[in-house]
């Protein structure tokens, strides 16, 4: 079955300092694989997302994930953390005819200190 | 501009009691989708729909349903709200596998 682990449930990381969030999958074919963000009362955002081609994918706010399939991971990273980028963060793989349904990781929250 | 939109943003029922959730999206998506949020779960698909007329069920179905008589809206429907209902829910659509969900802002629901 198909399924998305985030290993990490929470990361703390200062500001400026650079940030890598793991993110694992399985799945039988080649995936849909995307990356959300979630602000405390918020929906979540599609951050970036990979289905076929370049191997590392650019995404908004300066994010950026790559794909390794020797490895079945997804790890989104940024160079430079903003306290502004503190927040939840989802994995997510599409499953399913079309990759239509998506299945979520249990997120990680991050928190920046100043 | 295009949105999706959920209301309430807020709900307190008691128990037993018969409960709808909107979502109207303006993208012409022709996919949407309801999830519930909980600690420790994050999301777990309820159910979701293709288009007109079709609805399927989710990994967490049960004491819920949908449907879809237009491409705008796919209310959610606790047939009899329950506290395991106690939850965040979220609506989402999407035009294809590819593209990403867009989601609305939520429904805080309690059930006393």
């Known amino acids: 079955a198909q399924s998305v682990t985030q290993p990490d449930i929470h990361i703390t990381v200062s500001e400026g300092a650079s940030l890598e969030l793991r993110c694992n999958y399985s799945?039988?074919?080649?995936?849909?694989l995307f990356w959300y963000v979630q602000s405390p009362g918020q929906g979540l955002q599609l951050l970036l997302k990979y289905f076929s081609g370049d191997t590392l994918v650019q995404g908004i706010k300066g994010f950026e994930a790559e794909f390794k399939r020797s490895q079945s991971s997804f790890n989104l990273r940024k160079p430079s953390v903003h306290w502004s980028d503190a927040a939840e963060y989802f994995c997510?793989?599409?499953?399913?005819?079309?990759?239509?349904?998506?299945?979520f990781g249990a997120g990680t929250r991050l928190f920046v200190k100043a | 501009d295009a949105e999706i939109t959920q209301s309430p943003r807020h709900k307190i029922t008691e128990t037993g009691r018969q409960v709808t959730l909107a979502c109207h999206q303006t993208w012409n998506h022709n996919n949407m989708f309801w999830y519930r949020q909980d600690l420790g779960h994050g999301l777990r698909l309820i159910h979701y729909s293709y288009g007109v007329h079709d609805t399927n069920k989710g990994e967490v179905s049960d004491g819920y349903s949908v449907s879809r008589s237009n491409t705008e809206d796919l209310p959610l429907t606790l047939e009899s709200a329950a506290s395991s209902q106690t939850s965040v829910y979220f609506c989402a659509s999407s035009d294809s596998g590819a593209s990403g969900y867009t989601f609305g802002s939520g429904t805080r629901l309690t059930v006393v």
């Open positions: 997510a793989v599409g499953a399913g005819t079309g990759g239509f349904k998506t299945i």
């Open positions: 799945y039988g074919a080649t995936p849909y």
